[in-house]
Each structure stands twice: as structure tokens, then as C-alpha cells.
């Protein structure tokens, strides 16, 4: 009993410690999260006020607000300097090439995942392969092959490029969520006299739909801020997607840049990736939420 009563006072100042040491924790995560989020608000803050100054305001005092709303430079950053020529061409090639490697890598994932048959395995590491080949190392095969095919300079050559280097990423994702998936559904809906197409997209693809929305938050935004492909494989000014028509506005002006215009093109580029993100976060959440209900 003796023993027993020495140790009850040590384990009571035990924890008040572990709550400190709690609170310690938590205090450096939320301190931890408030600088992070200071770090991408503040830039993108100081971005959306300077798309509404004039080019003087700008250089004379770039944190300052602006005195006067300047609309205009949205319509000149559309018009004038064809942003809004080189937002329909992205939409039309990120689109095309989100929907097909969607469809055509949930397909490839759910036949890999869940049939057995020879070269299964072989295919499956292949489409892991092509995740370490480097981007820039294919630029002069891809260049030749579309040029072979007719398809260079074109928005349907850079459509199935994009399709081709993000379909491995696709694939990899989404194997684990149909090898998840239980047997017993895929086989009552065979009994039910499904066939295999009805039973993939009516059955199996509405319960990966979590994997579905995340692979879609990530393909869109490695396709909308793609680069180097689109400068290798497309230098046509006339099929330009956004991070081509950003780079040609703000070199083609030299020092006379119109820097108003040249933030609310920025505006322009980054206000979809934001709205396609919260978009596909809330499809996301309530999946997850349904699939826990059930």
C-alpha cells in the first residue's frame, strides 16, 4: 500500500507536464501554419491588388493600394495582349486531355487491380517506368513523332501529349483504390446480370470517386502550369496555351512592359486553379463522407 500510494502522486504530476508538452505541440504547429499560410496569402493578396494599378503605382510603390480601380486592365490583359485567345486554347487542351486520361486511366487501373492474366505485371511496373523517365529527355523523340503524324504545332498533337505523360500517374493512383474495392459488390452485380462495362462505370467507378477527385486535382494542375512541352511542341503564337502567352507578354514589351495588364493576366491564369481545386476539395470531403456513412 505504501508503494502504491508514493507512485499515485508521481503519475498525477505526470500530467500536467504531458499537457504542457501538449500545448507546446500545438502552439508550434499553429505558429508553424499561420507562417505557411502567410506565405502563399500574402504574395497571391499582393498579386490580385496590383492587377487593379496603373504601371506607375506599381513601380512608384509596389505595396501600396491602389488609388484608383483600374478594370481596364483586365480588358487589356484579355484583348490586347490575347490572354483570352491563350485561356480558351488551354481550356480546350487541359480539358480534352483531363477527360481522356481520367476515363482511359481509371479503365487501365481497374483491369491491372482486379483481373489476372499474363503481362499483367509487366504492364503494371512499365506504367511505373514511365514515371522516372524525365520530361525533357523525350522532347526530341516527341518532337519527331508528332511531326511524323502531322500533329506538331496543334493543339490535338499537345492533347495527346499531355494524355501520354500523365497517364502513368493515373494509373499508379488509382490501383490501390480498385484493389481496395471489395469482391463481393463486383460479384452481385455480375449475379444481378450486369456486364463488365455496366458493372465498371455504374458499380466499381462511383466507389473510387475519392481516388477519382484527388487524381483530378492533381492532373489538372501539373497540365494547366505544364511549360516545357507546350514550348518545345507548339510554337505556333496562334495555338499558345497560358504559360506560353504569359512568358511571350512579358518579354515581348521589353522595359515597356504594361504591368497592370501583366498582373491581371496572373489574375487570370491562377483564378481557375483555385476555383477547380475547392471544387474537387468539396467532392472529395463529401465522398469520403458518404462512403463512411455507408
Same mark, same amino acid.
Given at each position: 500500500?505504501?508503494?502504491?500510494?508514493?507512485?499515485?502522486?508521481?503519475?498525477?504530476?505526470?500530467?500536467?507536464?504531458?499537457?504542457?508538452?501538449?500545448?507546446?505541440?500545438?502552439?508550434?504547429?499553429?505558429?508553424?501554419?499561420?507562417?505557411?499560410?502567410?506565405?502563399?496569402? *500574402?504574395?497571391?493578396?499582393?498579386?490580385?491588388?496590383?492587377?487593379?494599378?496603373?504601371?506607375?503605382?506599381?513601380? $512608384?510603390?509596389?505595396?501600396?493600394?491602389? $488609388?484608383?480601380?483600374?478594370?481596364?486592365?483586365?480588358?487589356?490583359?484579355?484583348?490586347?495582349?490575347?490572354?483570352?485567345?491563350?485561356?480558351?486554347?488551354?481550356?480546350?487542351?487541359?480539358?480534352?486531355?483531363?477527360?481522356?486520361?481520367?476515363?482511359?486511366?481509371?479503365?487501365?487501373?481497374?483491369?491491372?487491380?482486379?483481373?489476372?492474366?499474363?503481362?499483367? /505485371?509487366?504492364?503494371?511496373?512499365?506504367?511505373?517506368?514511365? *514515371?522516372?523517365?524525365?520530361?525533357?529527355?523525350?522532347?526530341?523523340?516527341?518532337?519527331?513523332?508528332?511531326?511524323?503524324?502531322?500533329?506538331?504545332?496543334?493543339?490535338?498533337?499537345?492533347?495527346?501529349?499531355?494524355?501520354?505523360?500523365?497517364?502513368?500517374?493515373?494509373?499508379?493512383?488509382?490501383?490501390?483504390?480498385?484493389?481496395?474495392?471489395?469482391?463481393?459488390?463486383?460479384?452481385?452485380?455480375?449475379?444481378?446480370?450486369?456486364?463488365?462495362?455496366?458493372?465498371?462505370?455504374?458499380?466499381?467507378?462511383?466507389?473510387?470517386?475519392?481516388?477519382?477527385?484527388?487524381?483530378?486535382?492533381?492532373?489538372?494542375? $501539373?497540365?494547366?502550369?505544364?511549360? *516545357?512541352?507546350?514550348?518545345?511542341?507548339?510554337?505556333?503564337?496562334?495555338?499558345?496555351? *497560358?504559360?506560353?502567352?504569359?512568358?511571350?507578354?512579358?518579354?515581348?514589351?521589353?522595359?515597356?512592359?504594361?504591368? $497592370?495588364?501583366?498582373?491581371?493576366?496572373?489574375?487570370?491564369?491562377?483564378?481557375?486553379?483555385?476555383?477547380?481545386?475547392?471544387?474537387?476539395? /468539396?467532392?472529395?470531403?463529401?465522398?469520403?463522407?458518404?462512403?463512411?456513412?455507408?
Amino acid at each position: 500500500m505504501t508503494t502504491t500510494t508514493a507512485e499515485r502522486p508521481s503519475l498525477v504530476a505526470r500530467v500536467p507536464q504531458r499537457a504542457k508538452e501538449g500545448r507546446g505541440v500545438a502552439a508550434t504547429a499553429h505558429f508553424a501554419l499561420i507562417l505557411w499560410s502567410l506565405l502563399v496569402i *500574402l504574395p497571391l493578396l499582393w498579386t490580385l491588388l496590383s492587377s487593379f494599378k496603373s504601371t506607375q503605382e506599381v513601380l $512608384g510603390n509596389p505595396l501600396s493600394l491602389p $488609388g484608383k480601380l483600374h478594370f481596364e486592365n483586365y480588358a487589356n490583359a484579355w484583348t490586347t495582349a490575347g490572354i483570352g485567345r491563350y485561356f480558351v486554347n488551354t481550356v480546350v487542351v487541359v480539358g480534352t486531355a483531363l477527360v481522356l486520361v481520367m476515363v482511359l486511366g481509371a479503365m487501365c487501373a481497374y483491369v491491372l487491380a482486379r483481373f489476372t492474366f499474363p503481362g499483367n /505485371r509487366l504492364i503494371y511496373y512499365s506504367m511505373l517506368a514511365g *514515371l522516372t523517365f524525365p520530361v525533357f529527355l523525350a522532347i526530341v523523340p516527341l518532337f519527331f513523332v508528332l511531326k511524323n503524324l502531322s500533329l506538331l504545332n496543334t493543339l490535338p498533337g499537345l492533347i495527346i501529349t499531355y494524355v501520354a505523360f500523365a497517364l502513368p500517374f493515373t494509373v499508379f493512383f488509382l490501383h490501390s483504390f480498385f484493389k481496395a474495392l471489395p469482391g463481393e459488390i463486383y460479384e452481385a452485380a455480375q449475379i444481378d446480370g450486369a456486364g463488365e462495362w455496366r458493372t465498371f462505370f455504374s458499380v466499381m467507378l462511383p466507389m473510387a470517386r475519392p481516388g477519382m477527385a484527388s487524381v483530378a486535382i492533381f492532373n489538372f494542375l $501539373g497540365l494547366w502550369n505544364q511549360f *516545357l512541352l507546350p514550348v518545345a511542341l507548339n510554337t505556333d503564337s496562334n495555338n499558345y496555351v *497560358l504559360s506560353q502567352g504569359m512568358a511571350s507578354f512579358a518579354s515581348q514589351a521589353g522595359y515597356a512592359v504594361d504591368f $497592370g495588364a501583366l498582373f491581371a493576366a496572373v489574375v487570370i491564369t491562377v483564378a481557375p486553379v483555385l476555383v477547380v481545386y475547392i471544387i474537387f476539395q /468539396r467532392q472529395l470531403q463529401v465522398s469520403v463522407t458518404q462512403g463512411g456513412v455507408k
